[in-house]
């Protein structure tokens, strides 16, 4: 049923522990391997001859305990002495019903009874995910699994409006109105702020009927919108420096939470593209992909310590596996209210220098 590695004894030291699962992936009965890191989850799924050449390189090699639960016994396979060990106990787990079964989450926001989510095509009019749809409800899931804490962070008495800038179809805006009314029991509002008037009409439409009547949309563009009064402030796959935009006014409103999973990294990469004197960096630089991949981590690096100097605690992390969407960091900052280190502004200032970098937007429209 579960295969579990633990005391790890390898070189990342990010790396905690992995669960090893039976599961049908498109009906075909694979291992998903979830692999704990100290801030995040990845799951990995393999086929089963894939998994047991995995499995080689892992028990007793980086994980010196290996523990498997089966319907007839425990094992534990222990490397930690001098010699290893295996011993065998009393069943503690009940075998699943099936595989399937074994794969059924439990989600944080389910799929039946969602008006809102048979509007948006999630699900059929039953309540049952769309076969095409499921990679888009998971997403969503997840979203509200690492949103849902941080919100929860907030003092009540603080939480009273999130913004999701760039809403496009809402789906991400739903979730969160719907975690705020329905898990929290909270009576803050969400806006979702969208350029696009067919989205605007269409989710208005969508939140009317469904009852969340604190959730609204409005139509304009993130620059131009007033976001006093914002305790926390979102923006998913924003476009290249829509995302800034949208920090920058995460930032004017003293929001306490601002979360963004950028998109295209475009400015930087021609700042980078365009730079006039040879950087150290050339030798990484002639090459089309590292720049492009040079530009993402610079770019996002930045905007975390630009999110730090504004006085905010900042944390980078893949927040669904990248056989989903390669736009797959997020960045969180949560508030605490020391600003201005001047230290992290020479960081910013020798990052740029290294990179050829004349300005970063973000530094733009906050006024650095
Ligand atoms: C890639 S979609 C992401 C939609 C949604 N956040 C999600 O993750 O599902 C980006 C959306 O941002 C909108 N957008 C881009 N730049 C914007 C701006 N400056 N102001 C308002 N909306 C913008 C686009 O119209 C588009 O609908």
Redo the contacts with the bound molecule.
């Keep these: 049923m579960k295969l579990a590695l633990r005391a790890y004894d390898g070189t990342d030291p990010t790396i905690r522990s992995i669960d090893i699962k039976p599961a049908l992936i498109k009906r075909q009965k694979q291992l998903s391997f979830t692999w704990h890191f100290k801030t995040r989850d990845v799951v990995r799924n393999h086929a089963w001859d894939e998994a047991l050449v995995e499995l080689k390189g892992l028990v007793g090699v980086e994980f010196n305990l290996a523990q498997l639960f089966t319907a007839e016994a425990d094992w534990s396979l222990d490397f930690q002495g001098k010699s290893p060990r295996l011993k065998q106990a009393a069943p503690t787990q009940k075998a699943p019903a099936s595989l399937s079964h074994n794969r059924e989450k439990v989600r944080a926001l389910p799929a039946a009874g969602r008006a809102w989510l048979r509007d948006l095509g999630i699900t059929t009019a039953d309540g049952k995910v769309v076969p095409g749809a499921q990679d888009k409800f998971r ?1 969503i899931n997840r979203y509200v699994e690492i949103l849902g804490p941080l919100l929860k962070a907030i003092p009540r008495g603080k939480l009273s409006k999130v913004v ?10 739903f979730a969160v109105a719907d975690y705020l009314a329905n898990t929290l029991q909270s009576e803050a509002k969400t806006v979702g ?4 008037p067919d ?1 605007v009409e269409l989710c208005n439409g969508v939140a009317g009927k469904a009852g969340l009547s604190q959730l609204s949309f409005a139509q ?6 007033d976001s006093a009064g914002t305790s926390a402030l ?7 420096t ?1 995302t800034d ?1 949208a920090i920058a006014k995460g930032i004017a409103a003293e929001a306490e939470l601002i979360v963004v ?1 950028p ?1 295209c990294h475009k400015q930087i990469r021609r700042e980078i593209e365009t730079a006039n004197a040879p950087t150290p960096l050339d030798y990484l630089l002639r090459h089309g992909i590292f720049v492009e991949r040079q530009a993402e981590m610079v770019t996002d690096g930045i905007r975390a310590l630009i999110l730090e100097y504004f006085g905010y605690s900042t944390k980078v992390f893949e927040f669904i596996s990248d056989q989903h969407t390669p736009k797959n960091v997020l960045i969180v900052g949560q508030r605490n209210g020391r600003r201005g280190d001047p230290a992290i502004l020479d960081k910013i200032k020798d990052a740029k220098a290294m990179f050829g970098i004349r300005q970063h937007y973000l530094e733009g429209v906050t006024g650095l």
Excluded: N, P, W
Excluded at 164 to 173: E, F, N, P, R
Excluded at 193 to 196: A, H, Y
Excluded at 220 to 225: A, E, L, T
């Design positions: 997403q999701d800038m760039g809403a496009g179809k809402g789906y991400l805006t702020v969208e350029l696009r989205m304009g563009s993130i620059d131009g919108f979102i923006a998913l796959h924003a476009c290249d829509a935009d999973a998109c």
